[in-house]
T-cell receptor
Framework: GQQVQQSPTSLVLQEGENAELQCNFS?????MQWFYQRPGGSLISVFY???GTKQSGRLTSTTVIKERRSSLHISSSQITDSGTYLC????????????FGSGTQLTVMP | EAAVTQSPRSKVAVTGGKVTLSCHQT?????MYWYRQDTGHGLRLIHY???????EKGDIPDGYKASRPSQENFSLILELASLSQTAVYFC????????????FGAGTRLSVL
């Protein structure tokens, strides 16, 4: 099965609403990252967050290692937040490789 | 500003033809990676490199070769392109293997017909 499960698969919001994106891992993780991908564009690292809570502007990431999960909270969403958000993990044992989830496609409507 | 540049940005290739995707980074990073992304899926690692003149296989290396002639340049080569290799390809670099921030290029959209 998939090692990195993201939910929801897609999300449509009205501008100003908050969003909560989830990432669950099937194995123990060493670290994880959140990436943002513009439609048809490149990936930009949003958070490198191996554990705990990090905030950057309207974005907050919380990773709970022992529960094998991470969340990305977007407050007061804006149209420019639209795109795909991917999480990726490095497992605590075995390969160093980043394992990506399939992403959450976020659409913020005016 | 960290920069990873890919070329071409898009390519149409014929089945059985040879395709070379190029990547150049100005980050002074040791590690470089090639990923592919299929519609509605996450990224999968094809090849990576941690030093010039050396490459390593990732999760899905079959049908692909890689070349790292210098620290700045990393190429992905499809000797005999197939329909199943239609995808978007991303190059990335990092200063620490698998950790810290990856810097991605803009991607190359490859269509094999």
């Amino acid at each position: 099965g998939q090692q990195v499960q993201q939910s929801p698969t897609s999300l449509v919001l009205q501008e100003g609403e908050n969003a909560e994106l989830q990432c669950n891992f099937s194995t123990s993780l060493n670290s994880m990252q959140w990436f943002y991908q513009r439609p048809g564009g490149s990936l930009i690292s949003v958070f490198y967050n191996p554990s705990g809570t990090k905030q950057s502007g309207r974005l907050t990431s919380t990773t709970v290692i022992k529960e094998r999960r991470s969340s990305l909270h977007i407050s007061s969403s804006q149209i420019t937040d639209s795109g795909t958000y991917l999480c990726a993990m490095v497992a605590s044992s075995g390969s160093w490789q980043l394992i990506f989830g399939s992403g959450t496609q976020l659409t913020v409507m005016p | 500003e960290a920069a990873v540049t890919q070329s071409p940005r898009s390519k149409v290739a014929v089945t059985g033809g040879k395709v070379t995707l190029s990547c150049h980074q100005t980050n002074n990073h040791d590690y470089m990676y090639w990923y592919r992304q299929d519609t509605g899926h996450g990224l999968r690692l094809i090849h990576y490199s941690y030093v010039a003149d050396s490459t390593e296989k990732g999760d899905i290396p079959d049908g692909y070769k890689a070349s790292r002639p210098s620290q700045e340049n990393f190429s992905l080569i499809l000797e005999l392109a197939s329909l199943s290799q239609t995808a978007v390809y991303f190059c990335a670099s990092s200063d620490i293997l698998g950790e810290n921030t990856l810097y991605f290029g803009a991607g190359t959209r490859l269509s094999v017909l």
